[in-house]
């Protein structure tokens, strides 16, 4: 079974910097690409970051420059740095990957940036 598992949401201030992570198992993590969406209140779903099996990665261009996309292959992990964190960054992060034709979501963490 496929699982996506977060951590590291949370309530940050305008200009900080939060790190967040997700925990893969049931797949061959090092071959796969991996993704970050997030969903803001009353916004669709966004794809906000991805890092291929081979470590190219792309991100929205609302987050260029100010998020990075990393992986450990040898911990099954993927890793979403944030920095310079604006209030319009915040909403529930997910972790994605799609396996066997299937799209698997870890439960979303919540990321708020507020004074």
């Known amino acids: 079974q496929v699982q996506l598992v977060e951590s590291g949401g949370g309530l940050v201030q305008p200009g900080g910097s939060q790190r967040l992570s997700c925990a893969a198992s049931?797949?061959?993590?090092?071959?796969?690409?991996m993704n970050w969406f997030r969903q803001a209140p009353g916004k669709q779903r966004e794809m906000v970051a991805t890092?291929?099996?081979?470590?190219?990665?792309n991100y929205a261009d609302s987050v260029k420059g100010r998020f990075i996309i990393s992986r450990d292959n040898a911990k099954n992990t993927v890793y979403l740095q944030m920095k310079s964190l604006k209030p319009e960054d915040t909403a529930v992060y997910y972790c994605?990957?799609?396996?066997?034709?299937?799209?698997?979501w870890g439960q979303g963490t919540q990321v708020t940036v507020s004074s």
């Open positions: 049931g797949i061959i993590f090092r071959i796969y690409t």
């Open positions: 994605h990957v799609n396996f066997g034709k299937t799209n698997y």
């Open positions: 890092i291929t099996s081979t470590e190219n990665t």
